[in-house]
């Protein structure tokens, strides 16, 4: 796919978005290269699965000219039966003036002129590539995030899911640094202050029944899961690539190791595929660590 329009009006941005999704992006190739880049065999132990290939050009490309640009590709479908379409970003005249103007750019057309006359002179020097393009999309009234988001929909090849992690910690060995929502389970009943159950882990069924008991357990646990099905689907929605749920208890050894594993298989059944870490489960236990008071006895 072409990806081309006036400057300003939102070119760069989809070319990123594009590739977030998993196209291969080229930008600003010089026109020459067109053909002979859609003509080059892969290399040998290269792999033979097909990605969409998005090349950006604009005003600025090297032997730019629109009307040249639009019989080549034409020549491209006509002989070598490329399958080549043409996305064009088109914006009004003042919404363009009032960007260059808020990020104080000069005008590709117009270093040394009011970007008013740059803007003029691209709009005519692009008309044939606007009138010829299959997706025209125009930004005017539309924020760079309500644009990516236009892009993954039109030209995803598939909703596309954040890559989800779901991670166990001990409060007392430091919060995760990466994680996007973290929720403290020490108000949980403690199994580190039961003598069959503190070299254990949250692993074990023991402990996780130990856990369970606690009145709390079951209507918490079940809000939480009802938060972050609510929210995974947003973040989707947001083009997140990644997630990380943490999950916090003192030692990071038994309720939080639990609640994580339990989360991961509810996510599981609701279709995602979170990936499951226990960051402090190898620490050794420690009383100096994992004491603490509690509403029954000590907490971890």
Known sequence: MLVTGLSGAGKSTALKTLEDIGWEVVDNLPLSLLEHLLSTPLGKGMSRRRRPLAIGID????????KRIV???????AEH??????????CGGVELLRRYSETRRRHPLAPDRPATDGIAAERELMAPLRRWA?????????????????????????????TVTIMSFGFARGLPRN???????RFLRNPYWQDELRELTGLDPAVGAHIAEDESYGPVLARIEDLLLTLLPRYRDEGRSYVTIAFGCTGGRHRSVHVAERIGAVLREKGFSPTVEHRDLASPPREGVEGGPSGGGPQE
Request: no cysteine; aromatic share 10%; charged share 30%.
């Open 59 to 66: 005003s600025r490309t090297r032997d730019f000219d629109a």
């Open 134 to 162: 299959d997706h025209v999309i125009d930004t005017t009234d539309t924020v760079p995030k309500a644009l990516q988001q236009q892009v993954r929909e039109r030209f995803a090849a598939g909703a596309l899911t954040p």
């Open 81 to 90: 039966d490329f399958p080549v379409e043409t996305l064009f970003f088109d």
């Open 71 to 77: 019989e080549q590709i034409k020549s491209l479908i």
């Open 179 to 185: 994680a996007d929502s973290v929720f403290d389970m």
